[in-house]
DNA sequence: GACTATCGTCTGCTCAGCAGATTAAATATC
DNA sequence: GATATTTAATCTGCTGAGCAGACGATAGTC
């Protein structure tokens, strides 16, 4: 589908998997609400365990207004809760419910899948390859999340 | 940013390339109406010479209706204009002027650039076999733009 | 000639991004 | 210690894009 003599249409094939990939992982996370937004997020507070709401945001990309309003929907659905953060009474800490661990370790392993299959025109090696590129040019384009690193592990202030 | 022991969020990475792709090419887009979009689509005009509106927006996987008014800017803008297609009077075939042909001309060279800064985390090397990925990725997992595929060529109806 | 499908347009709905204001709390400055 | 500045989260309102539905015009089919 590309073109003929057209110059590699980089945001064409990014633009085309992202939203294959979302329709895909929406269809395999219907028991979630917001789709593949919430698996996004629910997966990167299990995951990552990111220290406030505001670093949950910023890591995702997803504007702090919205973010509201998404855990609220979290939070009514049971997966997820808003804890006030002991050493800042401003900040809130985001923890997963056990039933939202749950959930999200059952749906890694069917993301995965259709995310392979998504892939399905790549050989095993070449699927590998693209993930790593692609990982190692987002982290390195990404406008600087410093604050994200920098305070992303878990809670550990600096010393 | 990714993170410890998330399983490699293909949607996260393709997300955050999307969303700075699209900031820096509409940066340096900015004589264009709608940024990077209008560029995507003269791009895809002057290079694939789709045979009708509908097939571009297919093509691009952009909305018809929002196809409409975004041919109307760039129709405004003295880029592309409207053509009735001599063999169905229902379609439209779009092509860019002379002076939208040029501004592309000059554009792809500044987006390839800033694609490479994009990518500055990856050797050359890497950056090929990104793009090379990503597009068969793309191509293949893209819902089937069969029409546009079957079409596509230029207008060379079937014999 | 009647039926159905397609192309482009228009209307209206919804959701996400974004800017701005607000409240509460932390931090810096005097 | 009082005050000013900054930050976290929420709320409000605006815009822009995707999407569904309807429409008029045309094409293909029986």
Redesign the interface.
Known sequence: ??????????????????????QR?AATCSELPQG?RGY?VL??VV??EPPTQAALAA???IDRTVMTYLLDELDAAGLARRQPDPSDRRARRIVATARGREVVTGL?AT??RA?DE?????DPD?RA???T???????????H?DR??VV?GTIAPAP
Chains 1, 2 share one sequence.
């Open positions: 589908m590309p073109s003929p003599d057209a110059p590699s249409p980089l945001g064409w094939s990014l633009a085309a998997l992202l939203r294959e990939w979302k992982v593949s996004e997966s990167a995951h990552d890591r995702l990309g890694d993301v995965a995310e998504l892939l399905s025109t790549l070449e390859t693209l993930r590129l692609l990982e190692r040019a987002a982290s390195g384009a990404a406008p999340d994200c690193a992303g």
